[in-house]
């Protein structure tokens, strides 16, 4: 069984964990005292990931420590040539576009609440004033799709990776102080992202249907 | 920008599927929805409970729930149905979201705080596209001149009404004064050229306006957010309230008349002005009839059905007036008056697994349980007892239930009791019934239930009407604790009538010791019981009393009135 | 709203947390805020700490896990007579920040209809809504608001049974933003776990809340008990977050109380006898 070296309210490891609830991949999760207890600097958690960050697959004698490097991995080997990691070379570029523009969203809104609720020594005016940069990129980008029919990211009819590695530090930016309000297409996107099969939550984010 | 007029609040487009829209009006949140029957909600983004955003609740497509304790508020007239903490019991109708009026012209989704209703704004023009709104951080005035200096490529100089019309087509720009420093730009054009790239190109144009308005806002003092501002709730409602409502006369209007089932016919009432009172599973209301008769009828309206209040009356043989006047004289367009929604006989959303019992007629108010535990795809089962296939009534609402439906047909007395056996044997833990039907079934169902070990809280009655004989024979004192009144009763008159002279009553309705609406707390004496409303634990512990029929074996009765 | 909106004497004259003892190591001081002011706190080579605003000394308390300090005159800190009892383990489970008042998040804290919908699996299962009737009340003396016999379903009810059960609740409000849950204990049924919130006004729209646990459990790790913890305030979070507005409103007619409410109708009225103005919107007249 693989591991999964986690901390809850990360929205990295989130990531991951949302892929594996839709993919059905079972795994053992290993929590790390990320906070309060800074546990991902210990010396038991540096031999495991010598540079200290969250999340870790860990299966055999692969180790993966980046979650859009597992989200990668999960997909192809879970899923080969499925909707979640398009074969086509122009929505492969795509969904690594947005890959990329969720390391921005994890450096910006993902920053943010990092400083405004575990008090991280960050600048929280300059990741707000970035995460709406880009929010409002998203807010338009998805705009335009509806306008061309589309719901998902990429130009594709079911989501893609571009959604689960996106949807964490979108849903949970109200807690670095970024609300949604004058992102309507944002919001719209998160609600479909709920309705996705086998979605799980995380806590700061509910589920589409009350109570689930 | 005056809030006397329609504004923009939301695209059409921003009200997806079961999805709940964030938007703001003068320094007022709004949470805007539609419903799956089409109808657009504005609402107070506030649940009146704790304050939480209902934006972040969830759209049922016939209620908007709020995700901290699920208090539940109906479509169109904003009241809470279902209250989860108190399963027991109905909301008061006092507690109503704040509402504004929406109107759905040219794609834009368009509201207004106005007391009454302005003229409706010009429309663009069939064909006209809502463009992509763009949120400003600036006051609305500033982005208001902004946007008059423009003179977008095709359509030359907007000027101060903000509308061109170029080669390109026409175009109207507006400003949403979100806040005091806060608004979103809006606009439709009116064009033959291809949609998309028109939209792409006035979206930029817009961008652009944004990024100028708010390089000049950054020069200016940054305006204080216009201040919170929500109406105070009903002082009855702020001390922990009873569960009452009022009396209130409401006036509707036939909308439609149509038979659905032998010899029952269907009513939709529609309210001649606003929106009707929120109403709840198993909830009933007065209705006044021409020929001067008040009678009492159930809700068959499923959750989100609120634009008319739908009752099923079936004509009786021994009818004193009521069934047959709906019958034979009521047409549609016809107008009645009629109560607010009262419910005695409230459906608990807590239990494992629900058992609705209808005999007959009394399906009414069970069809409207039915429809609410199947919206929230609670487990339950209606098992219907009518005469023949024929006599089931409201066929259409029960195909939705498929198999939840259990038709018993043409038993007899001794076969009901039997079936009755079968449906209420051994009772389950967190399991809960609700008997709707004529006397002598609900009298079957009640000893059933008791041998079978139901504890009496799990079994709800409701009765049409009260069919024992009433014993008027004895006289005796009433003391009215809190008016220091002392009344004498006496025989042949009811204590009701008696109050209502004194003009001390309580609000009352069928005069028949079968809704309950007249009763009222018992200090002291001894109780001669002659309702089928309270439960047998109810009428045992002598704490309350139905003023319509019920009377005294002491000589004195003492009234908490 | 300002922050320098000065605290209301009886909220200024009490002790607030400000940190976590086992996060203060010695030297290196820190800061955070009390009141909207900066306060900086520091552990000194023998272990005392002491605490000071920019211009005077602060008085410092340590106990229940974490640095107590007052810009006031305070009196005695509340007893949680439990926390010294032996074979108790007493964890400091986390400090989080939130944007709404102090009294909002304790509200919440003393709430129990919210479990099914916000710790849905956890605290709380639906189709299991109701909360019956239980008991409040002021203590002789007014110092706290004790709330007993508070009846709530939760799923798994035990380390030891699968099946769902109601679970018996104490709250104790003996602070303006503290509050102290007993709950009875998976392992030990005839005696109660206690949980702890602790809050720090860091401004009047804004706090810190600090969990302190004292519970008789010998299994889970610290880790795991934190991680616990973190994971219903967590779930909280949002709620607060979104609630309008952000300071407790204390008149009775701003928000809608149902009987279920009982405990929050009587820290409200609470509130408003002893005066507080910060962190809330005082009922008018």
Same mark, same amino acid.
């Given at each position: 069984?693989?591991?999964?070296?986690?901390?809850?309210?990360?929205?990295?490891?989130?990531?991951? =964990?949302?892929?594996?609830?839709?993919?059905?991949?079972?795994?053992?999760?290993?929590?790390?005292?990320?906070?309060?207890?800074?546990?991902?600097?210990?010396? $038991?958690?540096?031999?495991?990931? #010598?540079?200290?960050?969250?999340?870790?697959?860990?299966?055999?004698?692969? @180790?993966?420590?980046?979650?859009?490097?597992?989200?990668?991995?999960?997909?192809?080997?879970?899923?080969?040539?499925?909707?979640?990691?398009?074969?086509?070379?122009?929505?492969?570029?795509?969904?690594?576009?947005?890959?990329?523009?969720?390391?921005?969203?994890?450096?910006?809104?993902?920053?943010?609440?990092?400083?405004?609720?575990?008090?991280?020594?960050?600048?929280?005016?300059?990741?707000?004033?970035?995460?709406?940069?880009?929010?409002?990129?998203?807010? !338009?980008?998805?705009?335009?799709?509806?306008?061309?029919?589309?719901?998902?990211?990429?130009?594709?009819?079911?989501?893609?990776?571009?959604?689960?590695?996106?949807?964490?530090?979108?849903?949970?930016?109200?807690?670095?102080?970024?609300?949604?309000?004058?992102?309507?297409?944002?919001?719209?996107?998160?609600?479909?992202?709920?309705?996705?099969?086998?979605?799980?939550?995380?806590?700061?984010?509910?589920?589409?249907?009350?109570?689930? | 920008?005056?809030?006397?007029?329609?504004?923009?609040?939301?695209?059409?487009?921003?009200?997806?599927?079961?999805?709940? /829209?964030?938007?703001?009006?003068?320094?007022?949140?709004?949470?805007?929805?539609?419903?799956?029957?089409?109808?657009?909600?504005?609402?107070?983004? @506030?649940?009146?409970?704790?304050?939480?955003?209902?934006?972040?609740?969830?759209?049922?497509?016939?209620?908007?729930?709020?995700?901290?304790?699920?208090?539940?508020?109906?479509?169109?007239?904003?009241?809470?149905?279902?209250?989860?903490?108190?399963?027991?019991?109905?909301?008061?109708?006092?507690?109503?979201?704040?509402?504004?009026?929406?109107?759905?012209?040219?794609?834009?989704?368009?509201?207004? /705080?106005?007391?009454?209703?302005?003229?409706?704004?010009?429309?663009?023009?069939?064909?006209?596209?809502?463009?992509?709104?763009?949120?400003?951080?600036?006051?609305?005035?500033?982005?208001?001149?902004?946007?008059?200096?423009?003179?977008?490529?095709?359509?030359?100089?907007?000027?101060?009404?903000?509308?061109?019309?170029? #080669?390109?087509?026409?175009?109207?720009?507006?400003?949403?004064?979100?806040?005091?420093?806060?608004?979103?730009?809006?606009?439709?054009?009116?064009?033959?050229?291809?949609?998309?790239?028109?939209?792409?190109?006035?979206?930029?144009?817009?961008?652009?306006?944004?990024? !100028?308005?708010?390089?000049?806002?950054?020069?200016?003092?940054?305006?204080?957010?216009?201040?919170?501002?929500?109406?105070?709730?009903?002082?009855?409602?702020?001390?922990?309230? !009873?569960?009452?409502?009022?009396?209130?006369?409401?006036?509707?209007?036939?909308?439609?008349?149509?038979?659905?089932?032998?010899?029952?016919?269907?009513?939709?009432?529609?309210?001649?002005?606003?929106?009707?009172?929120?109403?709840?599973?198993?909830?009933?209301?007065?209705?006044?009839?021409?020929?001067?008769?008040?009678?009492?009828?159930?809700?068959?309206?499923?959750?989100?059905?609120?634009?008319?209040?739908?009752?099923? *009356?079936?004509?009786? +043989?021994?009818?004193?007036?009521?069934?047959?006047?709906?019958?034979?004289?009521?047409?549609?367009?016809?107008?009645?008056?009629?109560?607010?929604?009262?419910?005695?006989?409230?459906?608990?959303?807590?239990?494992?697994?629900?058992?609705?019992?209808?005999?007959?007629?009394?399906?009414?108010?069970?069809?409207?349980?039915?429809?609410?535990?199947?919206?929230?795809?609670?487990?339950?089962?209606?098992?219907?007892?009518?005469?023949?296939?024929?006599?089931?009534?409201?066929?259409?609402?029960?195909?939705?239930?498929?198999?939840?439906?259990?038709?018993?047909?043409?038993?007899?007395?001794?076969?009901?009791?039997?079936?009755?056996?079968?449906?209420?044997?051994?009772?389950?833990?967190?399991?809960?019934?609700?008997?709707?039907?004529?006397?002598?079934?609900?009298?079957?169902?009640? $000893?059933?239930?008791?041998?079978?070990?139901?504890?009496?809280?799990?079994?709800?009655?409701? &009765?049409?009407?009260?069919?024992?004989?009433?014993?008027?024979?004895?006289? /005796?004192?009433?003391?009215?604790?809190?008016? +220091?009144?002392?009344?004498?009763? #006496?025989?042949?008159?009811?204590?009701?009538?008696?109050?209502?002279?004194?003009?001390?009553?309580?609000?009352?309705?069928?005069?028949?010791?079968?809704?309950?609406?007249?009763?009222?707390?018992?200090?002291?004496?001894?109780?001669?019981?002659?309702?089928? &409303?309270?439960?047998?634990?109810?009428?045992?512990?002598?704490?309350?009393?139905?003023?319509?029929?019920?009377?005294?074996?002491?000589?004195?009765?003492?009234?908490?009135? | 709203?300002?922050?320098?909106?000065?605290?209301?004497?009886?909220?200024?004259?009490?002790?607030?947390?400000?940190?976590?003892?086992?996060?203060?190591?010695?030297?290196?001081?820190?800061?955070?805020?009390?009141?909207?002011? @900066?306060?900086?706190?520091?552990?000194? $080579?023998?272990?005392?700490?002491? +605490?000071?605003?920019?211009?005077?000394?602060?008085?410092?308390?340590?106990?229940?896990?974490?640095?107590?300090?007052?810009?006031?005159?305070?009196?005695?800190?509340?007893?949680?007579? !439990?926390?010294?009892?032996?074979?108790?383990?007493?964890?400091? $489970?986390?400090?989080?920040?939130?944007?709404?008042?102090?009294?909002?998040?304790?509200?919440?804290?003393?709430?129990?209809?919210?479990?099914?919908?916000?710790?849905?699996?956890?605290?709380?299962?639906?189709?299991?809504?109701?909360?019956?009737?239980?008991?409040?009340?002021?203590?002789?003396?007014? @110092?706290? *608001? *004790?709330?007993?016999?508070?009846?709530? &379903?939760?799923?798994?009810?035990?380390?030891?049974?699968?099946?769902?059960?109601?679970?018996?609740?104490?709250?104790?409000?003996?602070?303006?933003?503290?509050?102290?849950? &007993?709950?009875?204990?998976?392992?030990?049924?005839? =005696?109660?776990?206690?949980?702890?919130?602790?809050?720090?006004?860091?401004?009047?729209?804004?706090?810190?809340?600090?969990?302190?646990?004292?519970?008789?459990?010998?299994?889970?790790?610290?880790?795991?008990?934190?991680?616990?913890?973190?994971?219903? /305030?967590?779930?909280?979070?949002?709620?607060?977050?979104?609630?309008?507005?952000?300071?407790?409103?204390?008149? #009775?007619? +701003?928000?809608?109380?149902?009987?279920?409410?009982?405990?929050?109708?009587?820290?409200?009225?609470?509130?408003?006898?002893?005066?507080?103005?910060?962190?809330?919107?005082?009922?008018?007249?």
């Amino acid at each position: 069984m693989p591991t999964l070296y986690d901390f809850d309210l990360s929205a990295d490891c989130y990531k991951v =964990r949302l892929l594996a609830a839709i993919l059905g991949i079972p795994y053992d999760r290993h929590n790390v005292d990320f906070f309060p207890g800074m546990k991902h600097l210990s010396p $038991a958690f540096l031999a495991v990931n #010598p540079l200290g960050t969250l999340p870790v697959w860990d299966e055999g004698d692969l @180790r993966l420590c980046s979650a859009h490097a597992i989200l990668v991995y999960l997909a192809e080997r879970h899923a080969p040539g499925g909707p979640w990691l398009p074969r086509d070379p122009a929505l492969a570029g795509e969904v690594q576009h947005w890959l990329g523009f969720a390391e921005g969203l994890a450096t910006s809104a993902g920053a943010a609440r990092l400083a405004a609720g575990m008090e991280f020594d960050l600048d929280l005016a300059a990741a707000q004033a970035r995460a709406h940069q880009l929010f409002e990129r998203m807010d !338009e980008h998805l705009w335009f799709r509806e306008r061309e029919g589309g719901n998902w990211l990429c130009r594709t009819l079911q989501p893609t990776l571009a959604e689960i590695a996106c949807f964490p530090d979108v849903m949970l930016s109200e807690e670095g102080g970024i609300a949604r309000e004058d992102y309507p297409a944002l919001r719209r996107w998160s609600d479909r992202v709920k309705r996705i099969p086998g979605f799980e939550v995380m806590p700061g984010i509910f589920p589409a249907k009350i109570g689930a | 920008m005056s809030d006397m007029t329609w504004v923009p609040v939301a695209n059409a487009s921003d009200l997806a599927p079961r999805h709940v /829209f964030q938007g703001r009006l003068l320094g007022q949140e709004l949470a805007i929805w539609r419903a799956d029957d089409g109808n657009v909600n504005v609402w107070e983004n @506030r649940c009146l409970h704790r304050g939480v955003r209902l934006s972040i609740g969830v759209n049922t497509g016939s209620e908007l729930v709020c995700q901290y304790h699920g208090w539940r508020y109906a479509n169109r007239n904003a009241g809470c149905t279902y209250i989860p903490a108190h399963p027991a019991d109905a909301p008061p109708h006092t507690i109503c979201n704040r509402t504004w009026p929406a109107l759905e012209q040219d794609g834009l989704i368009w509201t207004h /705080f106005a007391p009454v209703d302005p003229p409706r704004p010009e429309s663009l023009g069939a064909g006209a596209l809502a463009l992509r709104p763009q949120p400003v951080a600036a006051a609305p005035e500033l982005a208001r001149a902004v946007l008059a200096g423009l003179s977008p490529e095709g359509f030359g100089p907007l000027g101060q009404d903000l509308v061109a019309s170029g #080669p390109a087509g026409r175009l109207r720009l507006m400003v949403q004064a979100a806040d005091a420093g806060r608004a979103v730009l809006r606009g439709l054009v009116l064009s033959d050229e291809a949609p998309l790239p028109l939209l792409r190109r006035l979206s930029l144009v817009l961008r652009l306006a944004r990024d !100028e308005i708010e390089r000049r806002a950054a020069t200016l003092p940054v305006p204080a957010p216009i201040p919170h501002r929500s109406e105070r709730v009903a002082p009855e409602l702020a001390e922990m309230p !009873e569960m009452v409502s009022g009396p209130a006369r409401i006036r509707v209007r036939v909308a439609k008349k149509q038979i659905v089932g032998e010899d029952i016919v269907a009513l939709e009432l529609a309210g001649l002005r606003g929106t009707l009172p929120a109403s709840q599973p198993g909830a009933h209301i007065d209705v006044a009839l021409p020929n001067g008769l008040l009678r009492q009828y159930s809700l068959v309206n499923a959750p989100g059905e609120t634009d008319r209040y739908v009752i099923g *009356i079936k004509r009786e +043989a021994q009818s004193t007036g009521g069934s047959a006047a709906i019958h034979d004289s009521l047409a549609e367009g016809d107008l009645l008056a009629i109560s607010e929604p009262r419910n005695n006989f409230t459906l608990r959303r807590d239990a494992e697994e629900t058992v609705l019992i209808a005999g007959g007629i009394g399906v009414t108010p069970l069809l409207s349980m039915a429809a609410a535990l199947r919206d929230e795809g609670l487990p339950f089962t209606l098992h219907y007892f009518a005469a023949s296939a024929e006599t089931l009534a409201f066929g259409e609402r029960l195909a939705l239930l498929g198999e939840r439906m259990v038709p018993y047909l043409g038993l007899d007395a001794a076969q009901t009791t039997l079936a009755l056996q079968g449906i209420l044997k051994g009772p389950g833990a967190d399991r809960q019934v609700y008997v709707c039907g004529p006397a002598p079934m609900l009298d079957a169902a009640r $000893a059933t239930a008791a041998e079978a070990g139901w504890p009496e809280a799990a079994v709800h009655f409701e &009765y049409f009407a009260n069919t024992r004989e009433i014993d008027t024979s004895s006289s /005796f004192r009433i003391e009215l604790a809190r008016s +220091a009144l002392s009344l004498e009763v #006496p025989a042949g008159r009811s204590i009701l009538s008696v109050l209502q002279e004194a003009g001390v009553a309580p609000p009352s309705s069928c005069s028949q010791g079968a809704c309950g609406t007249c009763m009222v707390r018992l200090l002291e004496g001894e109780p001669d019981h002659q309702d089928v &409303y309270l439960t047998g634990a109810e009428k045992a512990a002598g704490e309350k009393i139905l003023t319509c029929v019920s009377r005294a074996k002491s000589d004195r009765l003492i009234l908490d009135l | 709203m300002s922050p320098q909106t000065q605290p209301d004497p009886f909220m200024r004259d009490q002790w607030y947390p400000v940190s976590a003892l086992q996060d203060i190591a010695a030297g290196t001081p820190r800061v955070t805020k009390l009141f909207g002011q @900066r306060v900086s706190y520091r552990r000194e $080579a023998d272990g005392a700490c002491s +605490a000071s605003t920019e211009d005077r000394a602060l008085p410092v308390l340590q106990r229940y896990g974490c640095l107590w300090t007052s810009l006031g005159t305070p009196g005695e800190l509340f007893e949680i007579p !439990e926390y010294t009892e032996a074979d108790r383990r007493n964890v400091a $489970a986390g400090t989080v920040a939130v944007q709404v008042s102090a009294q909002r998040g304790i509200e919440n804290f003393l709430d129990m209809g919210h479990f099914p919908y916000v710790h849905t699996g956890i605290l709380g299962a639906l189709p299991h809504t109701e909360v019956k009737e239980y008991n409040v009340e002021e203590t002789p003396d007014g @110092r706290e *608001i *004790i709330a007993t016999e508070c009846l709530f &379903y939760q799923p798994m009810a035990s380390t030891v049974s699968t099946s769902g059960a109601d679970v018996e609740y104490i709250y104790r409000v003996p602070h303006p933003t503290c509050s102290v849950l &007993y709950k009875s204990s998976p392992l030990d049924e005839k =005696r109660l776990d206690v949980i702890a919130l602790f809050g720090q006004p860091t401004g009047e729209e804004s706090f810190r809340g600090h969990m302190v646990l004292s519970i008789l459990d010998d299994v889970n790790t610290d880790d795991f008990i934190s991680y616990f913890q973190l994971h219903i /305030f967590g779930q909280d979070k949002p709620i607060l977050e979104n609630q309008m507005p952000k300071r407790l409103p204390l008149d #009775p007619r +701003a928000e809608t109380p149902i009987r279920a409410d009982k405990t929050s109708i009587m820290y409200r009225r609470w509130l408003t006898r002893h005066g507080a103005t910060y962190g809330v919107i005082p009922a008018q007249g």
